[in-house]
Each structure stands twice: as structure tokens, then as C-alpha cells.
């Protein structure tokens, strides 16, 4: 995945020992959290285009052992920035300093995120402390050198379950260098001007921990946070614009230039698996398939940031390549056979990039654009093992911005219809009144719903009878003969088929039988009364579950689940049951809109999810004759 160059890591000076105590937090940081930053802040000071320092400061109060992460200290180095002065202290819940950290306390990697090559080293330290509350606090410098394209991003918070008491951000630049900046969730920066500098700064006060909440939209869309580029700009020997995205996509398309070149090898490869092909689709598809066979996937971040591929060339070579650098493989390898095809960047969690506002670390991914005749494919080269011509959800209705022609575009990838992303159940259950039951189940699952299972055909016996076993609710139960068929298409799907048999089917009380309408595990029913966020449905789909039981002929149905029928505006679910004679069939039907819907609707949203698990949780009553 493609990196931000720097991390967002924030607030302002106090000391710990004046700040550790946690009665001295408001209770309206309390609530909901974990974890509370004390003071985030970066202090950035921007000199030439080659030259900038910041100074950061981190003191967060550990409240439980769910956020002992929070306590760590991480900054990554680059040939292009170093870690300058560093200390650190930790604090008991009454502010006495426990232990004093030094540089030299740092431990050191030269591999980052699990990349196989990269040009980035990792500082770390894992603080922990015998009790809680405990307060750590870091103070430490940065330089940077030989350019920057972006300012260090402001993210003070950057998680759920953790408040911030206070943030700062300061932008100190040349006065009336240009430069440009983006506030999510937080307000425009006070400017003051003296001595030659212009000073921008943005604080932030009291902003409380984001509570979990089902459907809630991702956690970058609500978090502060605040993008800063300077509009003009070097970087290791090169010299780009970031006044806009077609201005980056033009530095962008010169990182390409020259990277695209392939070996003889190569070439005979190409021409050997496309020529006998008739049409540009078949080509693309075998060399997709080439491009899964020969290579492998590990992250590097080398290369004018972390931006640049590697070159075609050094992927034949090596056999492997980040998103970068395959991404830039396949399109060198459909040029050698006549094919356009388009690197673009996209984010694999935010669906939205700024139309009004160009900045590489709003992306962290790369993938590529091919347009044919009647259709454009994107091709996600990192895995191949994802169907040919299938957009998966991580990209799926995401903005990305396509290099071409020496430019660069925002463009939406496209998104499967909410009716495409289906699961289709089937299920025959046999009885007995002795509370034991036997039975066969298919489930097929497409599109969107197919990436539940994708893993699914790679697994051994066993991690499929355990998959399928978390699943179900029936206690004792057993899975046998798991069949799978899957069928990996533009459209994919997978369908799998078991056995299963349990001595303890359903609940015998004196002579009636509490039988469960499906053997699958209960749906989840919202309580919450308060809501904070809109509600966010990423992904749209349809279910369908039509069950059959068989019931022997001493036992009569007494009660059922009333059939129902429920539409509102993000979905709607129905409930049918038909009772004959031995034959118990429901049929239990969900369709679910992808949108967003105002938090004002979540009354309305959550007594349709329980209505919903209320109707399909429900027993079938029988009673023995």
C-alpha cells in the first residue's frame, strides 16, 4: 500500500506530572473512553523547499488495558527526514513520574509495516505502566531534508474510544509563501505575521471520544483532521505542483516515465500468451493470470517517497512488487501488446477523495484502469486471486484519481447495484420428537457477499468445519460432506453445501417444542437510544433464506411467527410461513440500501433491525399429540 510520508501525531506542552491525575479530566472526557489525549500538538516550521523541522509533542492518560496501544511511541525516518532530540516520561494516576525515557531507549527497526524493501526506518518504544490510570508523554523533534511534498498531516485522535483535551497544529512558513490546506471537522486557523513568517494555527479543545456505534460511517470521515501541501514543490531532485490534482497527476506522470520499459524475456512472454487471442478482453485476462502465477505481492516503500514504482525490469527480475510497482507491471506488460491502460491511486477505506484540494496521503493504495471498447476493467494487481473484471468492496463506488496524458483525474469507480451483492440459503431440516434433527444446507453468495467466503475454497477440512461451525446456533451440532463450488466471473459467486445433524436440534418443555425457524446464529438487536452519527451502509445486498422443515405426524404446529412485511428508505424485510401437513416452509427476505441516512433516522433504523431479528429469531411452537 502506498504510504503517507508522514504520520499525524499532535498537541500541545504541559507538563505530565501537572496533568497526570485523571480527577483533573472533565467527565465529559470520561464518557466513552478509554484513553484520553491530554495534549497533541506539532509545531511545523517550513523553511525552503528542501529545508523544514517540526516539533511534536504526545501525552495521552491510559484509562483501561483496551488502549495500552495508545501509550506506545512510533516515528518513522527516511532519507528525507531524521529524528533529532527525543524524551519521553511516564506518570502514575497522582503524577509521579515513574520513569524517564531517552533516545537511546528507542528501539530501532529498518523494516516498516511488514515491508520487504523499504527506505523507511521505524523508531519504537512500548511503554506500560502496573496500574491504571497512567499518563505517558513524548516530546520529540524532526528534520527534513532534500524536500517534501506534504505537510505533516494533523489527525490528533485518530480512533474510537479516545478524547482529546487539547490539540494544536502550527504552520509557520516564509511570509506570503503559498501554500494550501484542508480542515475536516475542525475550524479555519487563527494567522499572525511578524518576522518575516507567517503563522497558522488551529486548536482544538475538549472534543470528546467517538462512542462505537453500529453502522457508523468510517473512522477518518469523523475524526479532525487537517491536510497541508505547499502548492509548489522539490523532492528528491524533482520539482512538482500541487495546485490542484491535474497538477500532481503531471509530477505523477513523470514518476512513471521510463518505468515501463520490459525485458526481451518478457516481451517473447507477453506476445506467447496474447497472440493467438482475438480480443483485447481475452488478452488482458491472460495476462492477469500471468501476472498471478509469476509474481507475489510484499509492500515496499522505496522510491521518491514511497510514490514512485519500481520499475517493470526489476519486477521480472525479483518476481515481486507493491501496488506500485505491479500496478505499473501489468500496464507495461498490455503496452507490449497495443492496450491503453491508466495507473491510478485510490484509498481503501475513505470512499471520498477532495475534489478541491490534491494530496497524496489521501490516497494509500494503486491500482489499474483499463478502458476497452464496451467496457473499463480495474484491475486490483496486488491479488490476483480476486475474479477477473470484479471490483472489490475495498474499491468498489470509491473516488481514485487516474494518471494519463500527463494529468491527473478524479474519477468514482463504479459500484454494484445493492440487488447483485445477493445470499441465497437454502436449508431441508428433518425432526424427530425426540429433539434431534438432520438436515442439508446450500448457501451461495454473490458479488459483494461473495468476499465473505473468498477464503473459503483455500481452507483444509478443518478450518472449514470450524468456519461453517461458527455460523450456526444449534448446540452439539455437526458438519459433514462440505462441498464448494466456486465460479470466479465479473460477477463472482461461491456456493457451498453441508450436511448437518445435532442430537439437541431445538428445546423440549413437558410436550411442546420450541424448533428454531433457521439452524443460523441470531440477528443483533440495537438497544442504543442516543446516536451521534449518521448511519453509514457501505455495501447494499439482498438475502434470501427459505427453510423447510419436516416434522413427524404426531406433532402439530401451535404457534408460528406472524408472517410480516417491513419496507423503510435504507431497506426492507418480509416473513412467510406456510404450515401443510409435515411441511413447515419460511421464507425470510432482506434487502438493505447502501447510503447514508441522517442520524435522526436511527430510531427509525434500529426498530427495523429489531423488528427484523424479533421476526426471524423467533421459535415455531409444536406440540406432541
Known amino acids: 500500500m502506498m504510504r503517507s510520508m508522514f504520520a499525524a501525531l499532535l498537541g500541545v506542552a504541559c507538563a505530565c506530572m501537572a496533568r497526570a491525575q485523571v480527577p483533573g479530566i472533565p467527565d465529559s472526557l470520561l464518557k466513552n473512553s478509554d484513553a484520553v489525549a491530554r495534549l497533541m500538538s506539532v509545531d511545523f516550521v517550513y523553511n525552503t523547499p528542501t529545508s523544514a523541522s517540526a516539533k511534536f509533542v504526545e501525552e495521552t492518560t491510559i484509562l483501561n488495558n483496551t488502549a495500552t496501544d495508545k501509550g506506545s511511541f512510533t516515528c518513522y525516518v527516511s532519507p528525507t527526514n531524521s529524528l533529532k532530540n527525543f524524551s519521553g516520561t511516564l506518570c502514575d494516576a497522582q503524577g509521579r513520574t515513574l520513569r524517564k525515557f531517552k533516545r537511546s531507549d528507542l528501539k530501532y527497526t529498518e523494516f516498516s509495516g511488514g515491508s520487504l524493501a523499504s527506505d523507511i526506518a521505524t523508531y519504537y518504544l512500548e511503554v506500560y505502566a502496573p496500574s491504571y490510570p497512567y499518563t505517558v508523554r513524548y516530546e520529540y523533534e524532526m528534520a527534513y531534508k532534500n524536500g517534501l511534498f506534504n505537510f505533516p498531516t494533523f489527525i490528533p485522535v485518530g480512533s474510537k474510544g479516545t478524547a482529546l483535551e487539547k490539540g494544536v497544529y502550527t504552520v509557520s512558513v516564509p511570509a506570503g509563501m503559498q501554500f494550501r490546506y484542508k480542515g475536516l471537522h475542525i475550524g479555519a486557523p487563527a494567522k499572525e505575521s511578524a518576522d518575516g513568517r507567517d503563522v497558522y494555527r488551529w486548536v482544538l479543545e475538549n472534543v470528546p471520544a467517538i462512542k462505537p456505534e453500529p453502522a457508523s460511517p468510517p473512522i477518518l470521515d469523523l475524526v479532525p483532521l487537517v491536510f497541508a501541501v505547499p502548492e509548489e514543490f522539490e523532492y528528491e531532485k524533482t520539482r512538482g505542483s500541487m495546485r490542484d490534482w491535474a497538477s500532481y497527476g503531471a509530477w505523477q506522470c513523470g514518476l512513471l516515465e521510463g518505468r515501463a520499459r520490459l525485458p526481451e524475456a518478457l516481451r517473447a512472454e507477453v506476445h506467447r500468451r496474447t497472440d493467438g487471442l482475438a480480443t483485447d478482453r481475452e488478452k488482458v485476462r491472460a495476462l492477469y493470470d500471468y501476472l498471478g502465477e509469476s509474481t507475489r505481492y510484499v509492500s515496499i516503500q522505496l522510491g521518491i517517497g514511497g510514490q514512485q514504482p519500481a520499475t517493470a525490469e526489476e519486477v521480472f527480475k525479483t518476481k515481486f512488487g507493491d501496488c506500485k510497482a505491479l500496478s505499473n507491471y501489468m500496464h507495461a506488460m498490455l503496452g507490449e501488446c497495443g492496450i491503453e491502460s491508466d495507473y491510478a491511486i485510490i484509498h481503501t477505506s475513505r470512499r471520498r477523495m477532495s475534489p478541491d484540494f490534491a494530496s497524496p496521503d489521501q490516497a494509500d493504495h494503486a491500482i489499474l484502469r483499463v478502458p476497452l471498447a464496451r ?33 491527473g483525474e478524479l474519477v468514482t469507480l463504479p459500484q454494484y447495484a445493492d440487488s447483485l451483492n445477493r445470499m441465497v440459503q437454502e436449508v431441508e431440516i428433518t425432526i424427530s420428537e425426540d429433539g434431534s434433527a438432520e438436515g442439508h444446507i446450500t448457501e451461495r453468495y454473490e458479488a459483494g457477499q461473495y468476499e465473505q467466503l473468498m477464503e473459503f475454497p483455500k481452507m483444509d477440512e478443518r478450518k472449514r468445519t470450524d468456519y461453517l461451525l461458527g455460523e450456526l446456533k444449534i448446540p452439539m451440532v455437526k458438519v459433514t460432506r462440505i462441498t464448494c463450488d466456486e465460479r470466479k466471473e465479473a460477477l463472482p459467486s461461491i456456493e457451498v453445501g453441508y450436511a448437518i445433524g445435532s442430537p439437541k436440534y431445538f428445546n423440549i418443555t413437558g410436550n411442546r417444542c420450541f424448533v428454531p425457524q433457521t439452524p443460523f446464529t441470531n440477528l443483533p438487536q440495537y438497544r442504543d437510544k442516543e446516536r451521534h452519527h449518521d448511519i453509514y451502509l457501505g455495501m447494499g445486498y439482498s438475502d434470501i433464506t427459505t427453510v423447510r422443515i419436516r416434522v413427524p405426524e404426531n406433532m402439530q404446529v401451535e404457534a408460528h411467527p406472524k408472517p410480516c412485511s417491513v419496507t423503510e428508505p435504507f431497506g426492507s424485510y418480509s416473513l412467510k410461513v406456510e404450515v401443510e401437513k409435515g411441511l413447515i416452509t419460511i421464507e425470510q427476505r432482506t434487502r438493505i440500501h447502501a447510503g447514508t441516512y441522517p442520524r435522526g433516522m436511527f430510531g427509525q433504523y434500529r426498530d427495523f433491525v429489531t423488528g427484523r431479528a424479533k421476526a426471524f429469531n423467533a421459535n415455531i411452537v409444536l406440540k406432541k399429540q
Open 375 to 407: 467496457d473499463t476493467l480495474w484491475l486490483e494487481c496486488t491479488n490476483t486471486e480476486v475474479p477477473f473484471g470484479y471490483i472489490h468492496r475495498k474499491i468498489a463506488g470509491h473516488d481514485a484519481i487516474v494518471f494519463r496524458n500527463g494529468t
